[in-house]
Structures are given as C-alpha cells and as structure tokens.
C-alpha cells in the first residue's frame, strides 16, 4: 500500500488547507484504502487533537489539487455556505488533446450522470434528469503530446488550458471537454486514446480562494509550482 504525505499549506484552529494527490479519494468507503478524510484525521490526532473533520467540497479520485477542511461544525456551515452560493474562486488547470478553437470561449451542455458507471454523458436538454454545465476556458499554452504506453498517439499536440466552472457537476470538466474534442490527457474514461499505460488525469485544482469562515478575511490559495 503506497502511503501518502500531506502537504499542509495552512492550518489554524477552523480550518486545514492542503494539497490532494492525484489517486486518493477524498472520502472512501473501501476498508483499508487511504483517502484525505482518514489522513487528516490521522493528523490531527497525532498531534493530541480530537479528530474531527468536516468535508466541504471534493475533487474526483483522480485529480490533485488544493482543498479546504473545516475542523469544527461553525467552520463547516461557513465554508458550505460559500461551495453553496458559488462564491468560492476555483481555477482548474488541464491538460487536453489538440488545440480548443477559439482559445478563449464559455462551453454550455446538459449533463445525466449514470450511478452504475460512475460516469456522465452529454444529452439533450429535454432528457429526464439532466443538469445543466457550464464552464468557460482559456488556452494558457501548446505542447508536444506526451506519449502514454498503448496509446494511439493520434494528438501530436496538446494544449494546457486554464478552466473556470460557473456549475458543479459530476465529472465536468472531463465530460465537457472531452465532448468538445478536447479530452483530458490520461483520462481513461472519457479519452478513448488513452492507452493502459499509467498516467494520472492531467487536471488539477491550483487555485482556492474563499473567505475565512471565522475571521473574514478574504484567503487565497495555489498548487506549488503554478505561475
């Protein structure tokens, strides 16, 4: 079993903010399996601390990014408040196959989600339990495609693309973009590319701003190594 080291960016009496791996879950029900939940907990304790933890928000499996626990139920219902109403800066960096044309535009589709799979698909807007997702994008840079073991190797160029989300849905960045032609790299669900070879999902949350549900100052926070 791998064990995984927590990056604390900070920690005060309210809250924890750290960096997430790619590859562990935020919450598991799997016996055994590390997820931040558990490593916070964990961390919390080692240090002569009651071990609560409040989960405000998440980020897929797959994704790695910088995220915000409450340790007590004040902090909770503060930072749920602002996920809720939308006033929470999130920016999301991917990696994707090809160049998105235009380099700087808004995606609108209606997302059903399939509980069975894990996975969603984009559907009319009449389909019975469709959400609507929005997102808005902007092109930061082209590359050389990265080789995946197995892969078709049909984008020889890739795009690192900044992703701001104006909805929360299961999966959407990944599911928005890949139907846009613009799958992530990595992405062994939604990019039909991919190859067997490993290679985590090529997204991640690097930007976290909010208002400290205690003091009210207005806090800001990015990935390491994100200009």
Do not use: W
Request: charged residues 20%; glycine residues 8%.
């Amino acid at each position: 079993m791998v064990l995984h080291q927590l990056e604390i960016m900070e920690e005060d009496n309210d809250i924890i903010v750290c960096c997430k791996p790619a590859g562990i879950p935020v919450q598991s029900a799997r016996a055994g399996q590390q997820d931040m939940e558990s490593l916070l907990k964990n961390h919390r304790a080692a240090r002569g601390e009651p071990p609560e933890l409040h989960v405000v928000h998440r980020l897929d499996q797959p994704v790695a990014g910088v995220m915000v626990f409450a340790k007590n139920p004040v902090a909770a219902a503060g930072l749920a408040k602002q996920f809720r109403e939308k006033t929470v800066d999130k920016v999301y960096h991917a990696l994707v196959e090809g160049v998105p044309k235009p380099p700087e535009g808004r995606l609108t589709n209606y997302l059903l989600r399939d509980g069975k799979t894990n996975t969603s698909r984009v559907v009319s807007l009449d389909t019975p339990g469709a959400k609507q997702a929005v997102l808005r994008y902007r092109v930061l840079e082209q590359r050389a495609g990265i080789e995946v073991p197995g892969g078709s190797g049909e984008s020889p160029v890739q795009s690192l693309v900044e992703v701001y989300l104006d909805t929360g849905r299961h999966h959407q960045i990944r599911v928005q973009l890949a139907h846009a032609g613009h799958p992530l790299v990595g992405d062994k669900k939604y990019n039909p590319a991919c190859g067997q070879g490993y290679l985590p999902v090529q997204l991640c949350s690097v930007q976290l701003a909010f208002v400290h549900p205690q003091t009210g100052q207005k806090k800001e926070y990015k990935y390491p190594n994100v200009p």
